[in-house]
């Protein structure tokens, strides 16, 4: 399996002098395509600042960020068009679904695609939907659809551009231990069928099983985590 | 896919009732503007109207419209021997206030020099000129009166034969035309029992005399309407106006300016007379007045636009994080703009079209203003969006991620 993102020693520091919190510090972590992991970690550990940089939203003020094979920051200097690799081959899944509230249920997922670059994004939206089973509300703006109704079309709006990595903050804080259960497997069928890398932030450890790999963090510093080990919250 | 319109749709009873709004407050500049065009267009339309090349006035006056004007009416007979002038009439102005089924009716009454003048220069929208030397006027429409209408002034019935819309002055009355001598006739109102007397005085004089006996049809002079008795003063006109000989002009002026009981002004300098006197004042009013309401609207056009963007401050960051194309976002905002400009300009000509011809002073919308409108309302939006753009340019990706 080729490696979707390669963080290399990456430190963030908030603040300076007695008030500087240290978020990151020297992370290297590597997500795989067609890799499902879990992100665990109490609050203030790290695991927003690591998915900002991850993401290519807030660079880490050191360390190397390797996308596709390719360096892509470095030392918290964009080498690409961040904004056109974030359209073009990433996908976001937010603890709350955070959908265009004056677009629906399709379009949300249409615009994604044509940020992607993908062409006929109407049925391609459609056909999202259709896979994760709610194809039936394509014209239900966001209010009108129930808490996992929205994950699921976020999920799909994620998905709409094809990506190679799919960071999720929380998807699941919102949702009953049914419905975050349903989610979790949901992205482990989009990074085992189509080959994305998952990484996922979560609290949940009901559902950990669902994951190929398991990274805890503490402290702003990073660790493997095993299956079935209790971790700290 | 067009995220303004999809927003707009989204929010449409809101967005169609701020483009109102906006519409609402164009349609009050466009109106300061209108009757700032207005004040100035009924300044001039009665010199204009009246289509003379020179006006003669009383000595050292700005009449007749600038500050009263009184010329012995012999004025005219002079001038019209001066070598160039074509023609000669006399002119009478005055203010009059009555009261017309029962409300307050302020006119401004203009002789015409009949016969050589039955008001064939007015700008007549219905009915005909002056037939006749008395009782019959020419009325503003915004009188109110109708062809065949009777108003009474100075106790004799005056019959609208005409109608002209938008003979004004500078202070927004309405203008009636009659002959000279009719205006005269109610200017100068005598008693009744003055004007018997004295005719009674005349007759018996007549049937004293040798000429009267001889000639027994001038008994018939006195019992005119037009009549005035020999013992009471004519009455002065305002002004005389000539029409003048093409390229004598200067002549004629040379002439008159010889005169020592008279001044002389052309066409162009009575108008310049009254907007530097009677309505500078009220004309940089309200143009001081126009610009501040404009500047107005702009600042809440501006509060507006700032506000529509703000509330999608969270959808723009979740936009932005999916990494939309900054000319998308930048172009959500101009585009909403554009179209409330469209809109608010759209409901503020409606209220134009329909509202304004019900003001009580005329707001006249010129074909400068007409033309400018729309483009300064689009001006304006897209500098309003300004503050709106500055914010999606500053709007933090990562806030999407922080819920």
């Known amino acids: 399996m080729t490696d979707a993102v390669r963080a290399q020693n990456l430190s963030k520091i908030y603040g300076t002098g007695t008030a500087a919190v240290t978020a990151l510090d020297n992370v290297s972590v590597t997500i795989a395509r067609g890799t499902v992991a879990a992100l665990l970690g109490p609050s203030g550990s790290g695991k927003s600042t690591l998915i900002k940089a991850l993401g290519f939203v807030s660079p880490a003020d050191t360390g190397e960020v390797f996308f596709e094979g390719r360096s892509v920051v470095k030392d918290g200097v964009p080498l690409e068009d961040l904004s056109r690799l974030r359209r073009r081959h990433l996908g976001f899944?937010?603890?709350?679904?955070?959908?265009?509230?004056?677009?629906?249920?399709?379009?949300?997922?249409?615009?994604?695609?044509?940020?992607?670059?993908?062409?006929?994004?109407?049925?391609?939206?459609?056909?999202?939907?259709?896979?994760?089973d709610v194809g039936n509300r394509e014209d239900s703006y966001p209010e009108m659809l129930s808490g996992g109704e929205q994950q699921r079309v976020a999920i799909a709006?994620?998905?709409?551009?094809?990506?190679?990595?799919?960071?999720?903050?929380?998807p699941t804080a919102a949702l009953d231990s049914v419905r975050s259960r349903t989610v979790m497997e949901l992205f482990r069928t989009v990074a085992h069928e189509r080959g994305a890398a998952v990484l996922v932030v979560t609290h949940d450890h009901r559902a950990l099983d669902v994951f190929d790999v398991l990274y805890e963090m503490e402290d702003g510093r990073i660790r493997p985590a095993q299956h079935g080990l209790p971790t700290s919250t | 896919m067009n995220l303004a319109i999809r927003d707009v749709r989204r929010h449409l009873a809101r967005f169609v009732g701020t483009a109102a709004g906006v519409g609402l407050l164009l349609s009050v500049v466009i109106a300061m503007q209108g009757i700032y065009a207005g004040m100035v267009d009924d300044a001039t339309i009665l010199t204009r109207a009246m289509r003379a090349d020179v006006w003669i006035v009383q000595r050292e006056t700005r009449g007749p419209f600038a500050e009263s004007s009184r010329l012995d009416p012999s004025v005219e007979a002079r001038a019209a021997a001066v070598p160039g002038v074509r023609s000669a009439r006399p002119y009478t102005y005055q203010l009059i206030q009555r009261e017309h089924r029962g409300a307050v009716m302020r006119i401004a009454l203009v002789g015409l020099g009949w016969p050589d003048d039955s008001g064939r220069s007015l700008p007549l929208v219905r009915g005909r000129q002056l037939a006749q030397p008395h009782g019959e006027m020419i009325a503003d429409a915004s009188m109110g009166l109708g062809i065949g209408e009777t108003l009474v002034l100075a106790g004799e019935p005056y019959r609208v034969v005409g109608l002209t819309r938008n003979a004004l002055t500078s202070g927004g009355d309405s203008v009636a035309f009659l002959t000279t001598a009719d205006t005269q006739l109610v200017a100068f109102d005598q008693p009744s029992e003055a004007t018997v007397l004295e005719r009674q005085r005349v007759l018996e004089r007549l049937r004293r005399t040798e000429i009267g006996r001889s000639q027994p049809s001038l008994e018939d002079l006195p019992t005119d309407p037009r009549w005035r008795a020999p013992a009471l003063a004519s009455p002065p006109v305002a002004a005389v106006l000539l029409e003048v000989a093409p390229h004598r002009l200067a002549e004629v002026r040379e002439t008159l300016q010889r005169w020592g009981d008279v001044t002389a002004y052309t066409q162009e300098e009575e108008e310049t007379l009254l907007l530097g006197g009677v309505v500078q004042r009220a004309r940089m009013q309200i143009g001081l007045f126009t610009v501040i309401l404009t500047l107005t609207a702009a600042v809440i056009v501006m509060m507006v636009m700032y506000n529509?963007?703000?509330?999608?401050?969270?959808?723009?960051?979740?936009?932005?994080?999916?990494?939309?194309?900054?000319?998308?976002?930048?172009?959500?905002?101009?585009?909403?703009?554009?179209?409330?400009?469209?809109?608010?300009?759209?409901?503020?000509?409606?209220?134009?079209?329909?509202?304004?011809?019900?003001?009580?002073?005329r707001v006249l919308i010129t074909p400068a203003i007409s033309l400018i409108a729309p483009f300064a309302t689009m001006a304006v939006v897209t500098l309003a969006s300004v503050l709106g753009l500055s914010h999606v340019m500053r709007i933090d990706p990562a806030r999407a991620l922080e819920g």
């Open chain 1, 93 to 132: 899944v937010f603890q709350k679904a955070n959908l265009t509230s004056f677009l629906s249920a399709r379009e949300n997922v249409e615009i994604a695609c044509e940020f992607g670059g993908k062409a006929d994004g109407r049925s391609r939206a459609r056909e999202l939907l259709r896979y994760l």
């Open chain 1, 157 to 170: 709006r994620a998905l709409a551009n094809e990506p190679s990595l799919i960071l999720a903050d929380e």
């Open chain 2, 308 to 361: 529509l963007t703000l509330e999608k401050t969270h959808d723009l960051a979740v936009l932005k994080l999916m990494g939309a194309p900054r000319t998308r976002l930048l172009g959500l905002i101009l585009q909403q703009a554009w179209l409330l400009g469209v809109l608010g300009y759209a409901v503020a000509f409606a209220i134009a079209e329909f509202a304004f011809p019900m003001f009580p002073r």
